[in-house]
């Protein structure tokens, strides 16, 4: 019988050879799926493991059709992938999870549990049964846990500057990281302006997930320009310009906004369907007839008291004319045209207006209030957005170097966004214009935006912080082992292969940041085990040293650790709890 595994063959008379040859043969099938397996989530770890911590390396992805992305974020190089194997799917899912939860450390779950399922293998080559692995890594966890909790440091949400620092960390292993000293206090302000008042207010020390809804923040991408033109504004920006071929307003006061989902232009026929004209008079009643048809439209809609008009891109014909427009121009209406459907939502949520989706209900009930509603140049290009100024906050929006930048009233310097948020009326909505020189750079700042978003978000879910700097794993790793010593069995053999497991998160980041990995640990081992539980690998001092990350503003959500372990853990569990495969059509 394989000796890797604790099975016991029961010996009957005559039959015994045959239930041995049997358990065998399914101890052996057995152990190669769980190897297949471990070596399959194995190589999506290591494909992601060198792109870990500040000095991580970035990858360039070329998909099928041609198209070029680089990033370092793990949960976007794992999705890219398109891996068929289950295992590894497993682990392209954990990534996704860790992005749910927490937003950060998508590439830290996933080398954590990588490195638990080779600590598993050499368990299961030790004959260790894998059930009695899988109990061992789950009091391991849960230890792991309370060692976090002991380690964390409580936080105000009311400090603006520790959550800028905090988000300044979740930036550092980003391209745009010469960038966070803009995209951290931006994404610090947009998260406490859509979060609930009375759980930032509040002293509870956890909030449930509907706290924050991110998905009241928008994040749109202008080209042109630098990062440093990176705006956000309270409440919503349109990047499609006011039609202006007919002469219409490009600034509304006092505006009435409407949006429209069809079409101002004279009805057309099927496909099935010709009008033939035969003459010039028969002609000459049809557009007559045009005229009138669409003159009648634009008057139904200014008797409603409406002057701006936001218009649905359609994929089917022109949304407009120029006839209508001539109209909607001589009658004072703003005209947007081609806003996209997806945006249609964030817009009426945003603004407190209705979707019309036909002339039939077009009324004055379904139409949003808003104080100023103009067109405004993105910095000295000719680039322009159109920006929604509702109530007391078009007084607190000042124009700096031509960009619209909510302040505190205190200045011309960003502010808090949190103060403006008792004002009545105004829309709980973020917009954030992320301008980049080029469509990579925009689309990795968009990444890397939502990722300091989410990481602001745990902190007002569960406000307490860990060092980073892998002092977090070093120091659990130190107390397991050290709890390992108090335990008997297979079972302490298992809490220190899962301790040692987590000393690949500093061996990586030493790695590489161009470190001696063996030194550098020896050091974090020492200096945690003599109770420094903050000290960890700071890489800003030139040659790498070990020092206390706290005081070196160094910090993370305490929730993205204990996420990281936990999903890591489990996933580990699943993958090494599978003992067969089997493919149903």
């Known amino acids: ?80 992938l398109g ?9 392209v899912n954990l990534a996704k999870s860790q992005d749910i939860e927490a937003g950060d450390g998508t590439t830290t779950v996933v080398v954590i549990c990588g490195a638990l399922l080779v600590a598993s293998q050499q368990l299961l080559e030790r004959g260790i049964h894998p059930t009695i692995i899988s109990d061992a890594f789950q009091i391991a966890c849960s230890e792991a846990l309370r060692t976090i909790d002991s380690i964390s440091v409580p936080v105000s949400l009311s400090d603006r500057g520790e959550l800028v620092k905090l988000a300044t960390t979740a930036l550092n292993s980003k391209i745009v990281s010469h960038y966070a000293g803009l995209l951290a206090p931006i994404a610090v302000d947009a998260v406490l302006h859509v979060a609930e008042r009375r759980f930032i207010e509040g002293e509870e020390a956890e909030a449930p997930p509907h706290a ?29 310009p006011v039609v ?11 505006a009435q906004v409407a949006l429209i989902q069809f079409c101002l232009s004279a009805p057309k026929t099927d496909i099935e369907n010709n009008v033939i004209v035969q003459d010039y008079a028969s002609m000459d009643r049809v557009l007559r007839e045009e005229r009138q048809h669409i003159l009648q439209m634009c008057k139904k809609i200014k008797a409603t008291g409406c002057n701006v008009l936001l218009i649905q891109k ?3 014909r022109d949304a407009t004319n120029d006839l209508s427009l001539h109209y909607l121009a001589k009658m004072k209406i703003m005209v947007v045209r081609d806003i996209e459907r997806d945006d249609v939502g964030f817009i009426c949520k945003t603004l407190g207006c209705v979707p019309i989706a036909g002339l039939d209900t077009f009324t004055a009930d379904k139409l949003a209030k808003i104080d100023v509603v103009e067109e405004v140049p993105l910095g000295s290009g000719e680039e322009k957005v159109v920006r929604f100024v509702h109530g007391p906050a078009a007084a607190l929006v000042s124009n700096i170097n031509g960009l619209s930048i909510a302040t505190n009233g205190m200045g011309d310097s960003p502010g808090p966004l949190a103060s403006l948020s008792g004002i009545v009326g105004l829309p709980q909505t973020i917009t954030i214009v992320v301008r980049g020189s080029n469509q990579l750079m925009l689309d990795e700042a968009e990444r ?7 990481v602001v978000r745990s902190l007002v879910r569960k406000r307490s912080l860990v060092p980073g700097g892998a002092a977090v794993e070093t120091e659990v790793s130190v107390r397991l082992g050290e709890w390992a010593k108090t335990l008997s069995g297979a ?16 061996y990586t980041l030493a790695e590489n940041a161009g470190l001696n990995p063996i030194q550098v640990i020896t050091e974090l081992r020492n200096r945690h085990a003599l109770g420094e539980k903050s000290a960890g690998i700071n890489i800003r001092r030139s040659g790498g040293t070990v020092t206390d990350m ?14 990281a372990f936990t999903l890591a853990t489990e996933a580990a569990r699943m993958i090494l709890k599978i003992d067969d495969i089997v493919i149903t059509r």
């Open 1 to 80: 019988m394989n000796q890797n595994y604790a099975t016991t063959a029961v010996r009957t008379g005559n039959g015994s050879k045959g239930a041995d040859t049997t358990v065998n043969a399914t101890s052996a099938k057995a152990r190669d799926v769980r190897l297949a397996n471990i070596a399959a989530a194995k190589a999506v770890a290591d494909a992601v493991r060198t792109s870990l911590g500040p000095r991580g390396m970035d990858k360039m992805i070329q998909g099928a059709r041609g198209d070029v992305l680089i990033t370092n974020d793990g949960a976007t190089i794992l999705d890219r």
């Open 550 to 563: 706290l005081s070196e503003h160094v910090v993370q959500p305490a929730l993205v650790s204990s996420s």
């Open 244 to 254: 202006k071929s007919a002469g219409g307003p490009s600034r509304v006061v006092n």
């Open 83 to 91: 891996v068929q194997e289950p295992a590894a799917k497993m682990l």
């Open 448 to 454: 890397s935006l939502h990722d300091a978003l989410c």
């Open 491 to 506: 079972q302490a053999y298992c809490v220190k292969s899962y301790a040692e497991a987590l000393e690949t998160i500093p």
């Open 314 to 316: 359609s994929i089917l």
């Open 212 to 240: 924050v809804d991110l998905g009241r923040i928008r994040v749109i991408k202008k080209l042109g320009g630098t990062l440093e033109d990176t705006f956000l504004f309270p409440g919503l920006v349109l990047t499609q």
